[in-house]
């Protein structure tokens, strides 16, 4: 990932990248896996029966 790369450079070590990535997101952490897991469930379920040809875009809003 070339942005997080970048931002290592920038802080010196992975630990300080991660902990500055942490600070710029809403909630001030990393999704759990079962989170993502909540989104792919609900994709695979009935409840997406119309959902076609989009994006479900899960990363907090970083890229908004």
């Known amino acids: 990932?070339?942005?997080?790369?970048?931002?290592?450079?920038?802080t010196g070590?992975?630990?300080?990248?991660f902990q500055a990535?942490?600070?710029?997101d809403p909630?001030?952490?990393f999704a759990e896996?079962?989170?993502?897991?909540?989104a792919i469930l609900y994709l695979a379920s009935d409840e997406s029966l119309f959902v076609t040809g989009s994006d479900l875009v899960i990363d907090n809003g970083f890229t908004a």
Do not use: V
Not at 1 to 10: D, I, R, S, V
Not at 13 to 17: F, K, V
Not at 33 to 38: G, N, R, T, V
């Open 27 to 29: 909630y001030g952490r």
């Open 33 to 38: 896996p079962e989170e993502i897991a909540l």
């Open 1 to 10: 990932m070339p942005f997080f790369q970048e931002l290592m450079a920038q």
């Open 13 to 17: 070590s992975e630990e300080t990248a």
């Open 21 to 24: 990535m942490n600070q710029s």
